[in-house]
């Protein structure tokens, strides 16, 4: 019974965990498909470069692993912002009004980027600089959960608390929330709403970064698939969530990581079947389609 | 001529779709006072203030604003020369509040709220109330104040009083009557009593073309000439 509830406890908390690094990632998805209509497939890139950037960066600098981590992860962020403003205002911007078209330009730039990654760093995973205090673990319930399980949780709360708080004290997220119920009519009350475009291209570059940064800490390392496999879950998360809610898209990734890990473990246990996790996830994603397919929240940045 | 003219549409054309809905529209509207914008359902008369905001892509023709040709422009950067656009179908941001929905438009920071609270007092009464959940007489008041919070010269106004109960449409009609003290404005409206009103000057499409421009007075008197051109009987309604 006790090992029961650890089990449980460790399987919760580590969904928590995965489910913070696709909501980092879904949040920045979810608000450029809200606001102008993109699925943006070159968030994966910014995954990947954003952690890649973090991890070279590490390599360079000296200190103990925290400083490290710290700067290199901020160096990572401060890349995912500027490499999502600079694909919105090279890529994006000249498209306007041809959302089939932009669709396809990040598809490409996905795999441009992607090559990029191998052609610069090899197809070798990299190992980040780990303190040891994250591979520690505390216990909780009989559970011993890793550290870095609450780094990830804790930041990306932190990351909820202040997206929900930008979106609602401030004009720009006022003009983010207006933008997404009707771009046109923004516009039209005399607001320049590209400006804004680009800042939300920066904020989900830099998100996703952070995702990828993360994600390092997680698994110990980084790839050049990161970002991929990260993207696929975030696209269902956004699309469970619904497009351009935040709080839907913090619920979803919250479901899915958990969903995940459940089904991984109690369904795998039963059925001796690796791939129970995923086909989990599919089915929930059909099964909210079904049942409100607009998602969860409907079409407001909130 | 150009220093008293508010407004100059010189041949504008406009498709949407494979149909050719403005096939060389003009017009000019003089500094001051209402000038209604008539023709039957579907003639194009949204389409127009539509293209005069840069919302939908025009092939041909010029635009001119205060005299400044505005044709290229953006539609944000149409909107700071001055111009004030409510929209056929309201549009307002169903899940800001109220007092959201004016903030967003305000430009310059120092809104005109005194007045738009004094034309439409519910509006503060209910500013933190989710513009969505307003009635849609309510939606019109916040789609108007958006327009009247800044010190525009141009208000081009759709319809207003569309599905609207009696009551409401002559506190839509007032509120068009103090609009038109501080800009001069360009209204589309499908009901004739309240063109009447607040009109002085008309311009009538037709065929995606105008086929009329004159005092209101004039048109108005004449039943035969409004039934002949908006396919409707005139006079009060
Ligand atoms: N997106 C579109 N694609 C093709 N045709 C369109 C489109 N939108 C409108 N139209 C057509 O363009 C014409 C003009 O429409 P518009 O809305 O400007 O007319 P209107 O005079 O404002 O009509 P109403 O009195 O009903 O408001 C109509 O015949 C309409 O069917
Ligand atoms: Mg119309």
């Not at chain 1, 103990?64 to 992860?73: A, C, D, I, M, Q």
């Not at chain 1, 995923?278 to 929240?297: C, F, H, Q």
Request: one cysteine or more.
């Amino acid at each position: 019974m006790e090992a029961t509830i650890s089990t449980f406890v460790l399987l919760t908390i580590t969904g928590l965990g995965l489910g913070a690094m696709y909501f980092l990632v879904a949040s920045g998805l979810s608000l450029i498909y809200g606001l102008m209509g993109v699925l943006n497939f070159a968030h994966g890139a910014f995954i990947t470069f954003g952690a890649y950037v973090a991890w070279w960066i590490t390599d360079q600098i000296g200190g103990s692993f925290e400083v490290r981590l710290l700067v290199g992860g901020a160096c990572g962020l401060a890349f995912g912002a500027a490499l999502g403003a600079l694909v919105e205002l090279v890529f994006i911007r000249p498209l306007y009004r041809r959302p089939v078209e932009q669709v396809l330009v990040t598809v490409g730039l996905a795999l441009a980027l992607g090559a990029l990654v191998y052609g610069i760093w090899g197809a070798d995973a990299k190992f980040f600089p780990i303190p040891d205090w994250t591979l520690d673990t505390t216990t909780i319930l009989g559970a011993n959960i890793p550290n870095d399980r609450f780094v990830e949780i804790g930041v990306a709360a932190v990351v909820l608390v202040g997206l929900i708080a930008l979106l609602r004290f401030t004009r720009i997220g006022l003009v983010i929330r207006a933008g997404v119920e009707n771009r046109a009519m923004v516009t039209a009350l005399g607001i320049d709403v590209r400006k804004t475009f680009t800042l939300v291209f920066a904020i989900g570059g830099s998100l996703a970064a952070l995702a990828g940064v993360l994600s390092g800490v997680y698994y110990g390392n980084v790839d050049p698939v990161r970002g991929t496999s990260l993207l696929i879950y975030a696209f269902i998360v956004v699309v469970i969530g619904g497009f351009g809610s935040i709080g839907g898209s913090a619920v979803a990734a919250v479901a899915v990581g958990l969903v995940q890990q459940y089904a991984n473990f109690y369904v795998a246990d039963w059925l001796d079947w690796s791939g129970a996790g995923d086909v989990s996830v599919m089915l929930l994603l059909a099964s909210v389609l079904l049942l409100r397919p607009e998602g969860l929240a409907p079409k407001v940045a909130h | 001529m150009s220093a008293v003219t508010a407004l100059r549409v010189e041949d504008l054309h406009v498709y949407l779709g494979e149909s050719h809905v403005l096939q060389g529209v003009s017009f000019s509207v003089a500094k001051g006072g209402v000038t209604a914008l008539l023709g039957r359902n579907g003639v194009g008369k949204t389409t127009t203030l539509r293209a005069l905001m840069g919302l939908v892509p025009r092939t041909r023709g010029t635009v001119e604003v205060q005299g400044e040709n505005v044709t290229r422009l953006p539609t944000h950067a149409i909107v700071r020369r001055g111009v004030g656009y409510v929209p056929e179908d309201r549009d307002v941001f169903a899940g800001l509040t109220v007092e959201e929905n004016l903030r967003l438009s305000e430009r310059g920071g120092d809104g005109r709220y005194d007045l738009v609270y004094d034309l439409f007092p519910e509006l503060r009464e209910r500013g933190r109330q989710r513009a969505g959940t307003l009635s849609g007489g309510q939606q019109q008041m916040v789609a108007i104040a958006r327009a009247l919070l800044n010190d525009n010269s141009l208000l081009l106004v759709d319809e207003p009083t569309k599905g609207l109960a009696p009551l409401l449409v002559t506190e839509v009609a007032v509120a068009l009557e103090r609009a038109a003290e501080l800009a001069t404005t360009v209204l589309v409206e499908q009901n004739l009593g309240v063109a009447q009103r607040v009109a002085q000057h008309v311009v009538v499409l037709d065929g995606g073309r105008v086929v009329h421009e004159g005092t209101a007075a004039e048109l108005f008197a004449s039943p035969e000439r409004v039934r002949e051109l908006l396919g409707v009987h005139g006079g009060h309604n």
